[in-house]
């Protein structure tokens, strides 16, 4: 049975940082290309940051280039998402998403209504 389980989410002040967890268990999470996602209220769901089974290629979306940083660990079956600089348009709910193709991470919003419990973000003072 394929299990994510998103935590580290929190609330900070804006300019502060958080890391998010994603574990995973019950397939080969080394095969798989890996995503964040989020969805804040009234607004659309975005990939945030993809990384490749091997982690050897990574991608942000422009909002968080250069703040956030995606990383894995293929021995602990864990994904990551290493969030600084925070601002309160980074305010949402987090998940964590799993595709064995990397490029089918990218129409994974459009392909699903109903997400896990993810890790809620906020960003305020």
């Known amino acids: 049975q394929v299990q994510l389980v998103e935590s580290g989410g929190g609330l900070v002040q804006p300019g502060g940082s958080l890391r998010l967890s994603c574990a995973a268990s019950?397939?080969?999470?080394?095969?798989?290309?890996m995503g964040w996602y989020r969805q804040a209220p009234g607004k659309e769901c975005e990939l945030v940051a993809s990384i490749t089974s091997t982690g050897g290629t990574v991608n942000y979306v422009d909002s968080v280039r250069g703040r956030f940083t995606i990383s894995r660990d293929n021995v602990e079956r864990t994904l990551y998402l290493q969030m600084n600089s925070l601002k309160p348009e980074d305010t949402a709910v987090y998940y964590c998403?799993?595709?064995?193709?990397?490029?089918?991470?990218?129409?994974?919003?459009?392909?699903?209504?109903?997400w896990g419990q993810g890790t809620q973000v906020t960003v305020s003072s």
């Open positions: 998403a799993a595709e064995v193709l990397y490029l089918r991470l990218l129409s994974l919003c459009a392909r699903t209504t109903s």
């Open positions: 019950g397939f080969t999470f080394s095969s798989y290309a």
